[in-house]
């Protein structure tokens, strides 16, 4: 008996991962995002997307929805402070810049589109001639051209990165991954991505997550599964993968967190 207790004490994740739940994602995210949203330029659903039109097309329609609404800009419930910059930026220039548009401050604001500030990777593939970063930075850049890439032997399997802060203020149960190496179609194929993932709430196995195999936002619902306001770090362990045409390198390009509502 006291062996039995010992076992359950000192490995419950081997006792719960028997039998784990498998949750799929769905590319719906909630109704509270609005048309000048920088998920213009992630496209949800669909197979392949060329990143540097949608980028191109999101970044119009948000230099639009400035130069259309500068009422907004007086306005009691208008922006908060920080987007009056926006407007300013509109007025001096004529229009956003893409890095402007990817980093939209004012759509964490509103829609509650936030990227996970806080990451840690098990491992990193490193570039010897230093001209290209991989590292899990490149997950909260909101930039669906960049990527975090594992810096393992082979597929990357048993390997994860991991977000601390999930129970601060932004403590919304919807994870939004851009699955793949994104900058291009081409890349996106080379590279490897990722099939399943082995999820972890404050180091406990809680259940696999199926992903799709495409270049759209992905979205993951852990509401039926955890208390959000006790788990302070979710970790996502590549369990299984989509090989690359090209290279064994699994990529994720993003990793942000819907909490609106």
């Known amino acids: 008996m006291k062996k039995l207790l010992l076992t359950l004490l000192f490995f419950p994740s081997i006792l719960m991962s028997q039998d784990l739940p498998t949750i799929s994602t ?11 949203s920088s998920f213009d330029a992630y496209n949800s659903g669909e197979k392949y997307v060329d990143r540097e039109k949608e980028i191109k097309r999101g970044l119009f329609k948000l230099n639009e929805w400035y130069e259309t609404h500068p009422e907004l800009e007086e306005d009691f419930d208008g922006p908060p402070d920080w987007c009056y910059e926006y407007f300013e930026y509109i007025r001096r220039y004529g229009r956003l810049t893409v890095k402007q548009f990817l980093n939209h401050d004012c759509d964490c604001v509103y829609n509650g589109n936030c990227p996970v500030f806080d990451t840690y990777a098990s491992s990193t593939l490193i570039d ?30 048993g390997e994860y990165i991991e977000f601390n802060g999930y129970n601060s203020i932004w403590s919304g149960t919807q994870i939004v991954i851009l ?11 080379n590279n490897s991505r990722v099939k399943t993932f082995k999820v972890y709430a404050d180091n406990i196995p809680i259940c696999f997550l199926e992903l799709e195999d495409i270049m759209g936002y992905q979205v993951i619902n852990l509401q039926p599964l955890i ?14 993968v989509y090989k690359g045409e090209k290279w064994k390198d699994v990529c994720i390009s993003d990793i942000f967190i819907s909490c609106a509502g």
Do not use: H
């Open 26 to 36: 769905s590319g719906n995210l909630s109704d509270s995002i609005n048309f000048y």
């Open 179 to 189: 699955n793949g190496f994104q900058k291009s179609i081409n890349l996106w194929k």
């Open 128 to 157: 010897e001639k230093d001209k290209y970063n991989y590292s899990s930075e490149n997950i909260t850049d909101m930039d669906p051209r960049t990527a975090w890439v594992e810096g393992e032997e082979g597929y990357g399997i």
């Open 227 to 240: 208390d959000v306001g006790d788990i302070s770090i979710i970790r996502l362990e590549i369990y299984d």
